[in-house]
């Protein structure tokens, strides 16, 4: 699945900046020079930016690390030091605390990926009455004052597992499904996008939902279960970041042959995938989160614009495509030598 021409128009700029920003010299004319975005390049030369700024998830995951080691890496040669936080496991209490700490140090910029858009809310709106810009990424804070939200639309992704399932199983068959948290909005409008096409579209069953509440040892009990109870399942689903990797232990260890569709690109899911344990999934083009933190942040400390939503949309990786998709890790890595 090609990304749609404004997405991809945006990750090639954005591949182009990363490029700027760690070419061993940067040239002070030609056409990139006149693109406002790649304004970012002169501050590794001429004037280091000496931002702090701070970036909040919802919790402590190998998923964000990638955004951590990306958002490092570029932050690093234009003089800015960055924060992070994040709570052990999902906590709405602790991720407050944290952005008030944040406040309360005076950063220059915040990037939070709200555990509940609606209660963060004011606390987004204290950061910004402080003068400090504050954007969302991966979940958005839509009632707050936030400046921009990176990410993608959660319905049209899990309509887009939706369509996957439609082909992977001819419009019919039996499905097993695990969620993170019931009360989370990302996590539910997936499930919606995606129950909403099966509907609409398919003649597909959906034989069980279950919640894991962020806990991988429970989405493992759970698969446990529900293959138990329905051993003539066609396929499984994970919308979460807990049950993708239960579901390759669970495939390891039966040997099952069954279509699993995943939502959101982990660092243990491309050897899935050509190992056969995981059919295709649903990333978020989660790779382009940290420059976008980096340049928005750093844009709106300097008062410089910026959109007030970055779409980095969806597309589906399966074996015949995952090794194309954009490792901006390894093109950085290049680009040093």
């Not at 991720?95 to 555990?115: E, Y």
């Not at 804070?141 to 597992?161: F, K, M, T």
């Not at 894991?212 to 396929?235: C, K, R, T, Y």
């Amino acid at each position: 699945m090609k990304l749609p021409s404004s997405t991809a128009k945006r990750f090639s700029t954005l591949l182009t900046v990363l490029a700027l920003l760690f070419a061993s010299s940067c040239s002070s004319g030609g056409p990139e020079a006149h693109n406002p975005i790649n304004k970012i390049s002169e501050y590794k030369v001429d004037k280091p930016a000496g931002l702090t700024l701070g970036i909040l998830y919802p919790m402590a995951h190998p998923f964000y690390e990638m955004i951590t080691q990306m958002a490092e890496d570029a932050s690093g040669p234009l003089g800015i030091e960055l924060i992070v936080k994040a709570p052990d496991e999902v906590n709405l209490e602790q991720q407050i605390r944290m952005m008030d700490q944040m406040i309360n140090q005076g950063v220059d910029g915040i990037a939070v990926s709200p555990v509940d858009g609606d209660a963060l809310a004011p606390v987004i709106d204290r950061a910004i009455k402080a003068g400090i810009p504050v954007i969302c990424f991966e979940t958005d804070s839509p009632s707050s004052n936030r400046l921009s939200y990176i990410g993608a639309d959660h319905y049209e992704g899990g309509a887009l597992v939706g369509k996957v399932l439609d082909r992977l199983l001819k419009g019919r068959g039996m499905l097993l499904v695990e969620n993170g948290f019931p009360n989370m909005p990302a996590q539910q409008r997936r499930l919606e996008g995606m129950l909403n096409y099966i509907d609409k579209h398919t003649d597909i069953q959906v034989l069980d939902i279950r919640y894991n509440h962020g806990s991988e040892d429970q989405a493992l009990a759970d698969m446990e279960v529900m293959i138990d109870s329905h051993p003539h399942f066609d396929a499984f689903v994970s919308l979460d970041l807990w049950s993708a990797s239960s579901s390759i232990l669970v495939w390891k260890a039966k040997g099952l042959n069954r279509d699993v569709v995943a939502f959101g690109m982990q660092s243990d899911i491309k050897e899935a995938i050509h190992n056969g344990q995981i059919t295709s999934v649903v990333s978020q083009n989660e790779q382009q989160w940290a420059i976008e933190i980096i340049v928005s942040l750093m844009s709106a400390a300097q008062n410089k614009p910026f959109p007030d939503r970055i779409d980095t949309g969806t597309r589906v990786l399966t074996i015949e495509t995952v090794n194309s998709f954009p490792d901006i890790a390894k093109l950085y890595n290049q680009q040093r030598r």
